[in-house]
């Protein structure tokens, strides 16, 4: 395989996203009609709303944002240039998104439990330890975080972005009690560690438990497919090739820990030689691949993903 698809996690949602592709492109405006259709939410309301105050990221439309532009944009190159990925990989929301780009999960059952997410209500109110939270973390790379961590109650591993700057540094996310964070930050370097202000959600942590438990039937409902292209974890270095392999993915990525260099290691592993990475995202997440990556949002972005293609002499996986 030599061409991936990569998605970025949630919270890339800003509004307009998507809105380019979806004024240019029928097959972009006929994805919009049919998410209208399983969401009652129209490309409009998609496309503007923003969240209200006091709302939780999920209890929002944004992750419905998301997964929209990113389905529009794949439909773009799929059906007005031929061009569809030999592999798949997301980061935490994006490894949904991905999953069901791949065929292992149909669309309208993604829509779904987005909107059954959105009903969620939020899991730090009655927590009687306090307020939940999640903080940016940079530290030298050689530092053993995770060994700090094992002696730290109430602050869990969230992410792990990489190698950032010159690849001296490593920037992770800790989620957990926000009075843990706090407390966890004062065994950094001073400044290493900064509790984000706006949002009140341990990701990727066991103090998302109630949401696991709270989309678990929803999930049972679900079928879940073999997937038609590999699907690399975020959790852990491994391809993912069944229906329940998917399930799994689905039902541990509230509660588990989620990964960057897990997922370009997974795609460098497999001869990935170029990555798409689709829809709104951080993009500078994966600049550190050993293959070149391009964003693909904008109309202009769909070009320049063509010419790396055909500059690459890239293979496209046939149907």
Same mark, same amino acid.
């Given at each position: ?51 209200? &105050? %006091?709302? =939780? ?7 419905? !944002?998301? +997964?929209? $532009?990113? /389905? *529009? ?92 700057? &010159? %690849?001296? =540094? ?7 009690? !926000?009075? +843990?964070? $706090?407390? /966890? *930050? ?134």
């Amino acid at each position: 395989m030599t061409l991936a698809y990569v998605l970025d996690g949630g919270m890339n949602d800003q509004p307009g996203a998507g809105s380019e592709l979806y004024e240019l492109f029928p097959v972009v405006r006929r994805c919009y009609e049919e998410i209208e259709e399983w969401t009652g939410l129209d490309a409009q309301r998609i496309f503007t709303e923003e969240r209200e &105050a %006091g709302q =939780e990221h999920r209890q929002g439309i944004g992750a419905i !944002r998301q +997964a929209a $532009a990113v /389905f *529009g944009i794949a439909d773009v190159l799929a059906e007005e240039y031929g061009i569809t990925p030999g592999a798949v990989c997301g980061l935490s929301f994006g490894a949904l998104v991905g999953a069901s780009l791949a065929g292992a999960v149909e669309r309208r059952d993604l829509f779904t439990l987005l909107m059954r997410m959105r009903e969620m209500p939020a899991t730090a109110a009655s927590d009687p330890r306090g307020a939940h939270g999640v903080a940016a973390v940079r530290i030298p790379y050689d530092l053993d975080l995770e060994e700090r961590l094992e002696r730290q109650d109430g602050v869990y591993l969230s992410a792990d972005l990489g190698r950032v700057g &010159a %690849g001296t =540094e490593r920037m992770v996310l800790l989620a957990g009690y !926000r009075s +843990a964070l $706090a407390d /966890f *930050g004062t065994l950094l370097p001073p400044g290493a560690l900064q509790v984000s202000q706006e949002h009140g959600i341990a990701f990727h942590s066991p103090l998302q438990r109630g949401v696991r438990d709270h989309l678990e039937p929803t999930l049972q409902e679900m079928a879940f497919q073999d997937p038609r292209v590999p699907v690399h974890s975020c959790m852990e270095v491994k391809t993912l090739t069944t229906g329940e392999e998917i399930r799994d993915l689905y039902r541990r990525n509230p509660t588990d820990p989620v990964s960057v260099p897990h997922m370009l290691r997974g795609l460098e592993g497999a001869g990935t030689e170029l990555g798409l990475v689709l829809g709104p995202c951080s993009f500078g997440t994966f600049l550190g691949s050993s293959f070149p990556v391009v964003h693909v949002e904008s109309p202009d972005h769909v070009f320049e993903a063509m010419t790396a293609i055909y500059e690459l002499g890239i293979e496209l996986a046939s149907n």
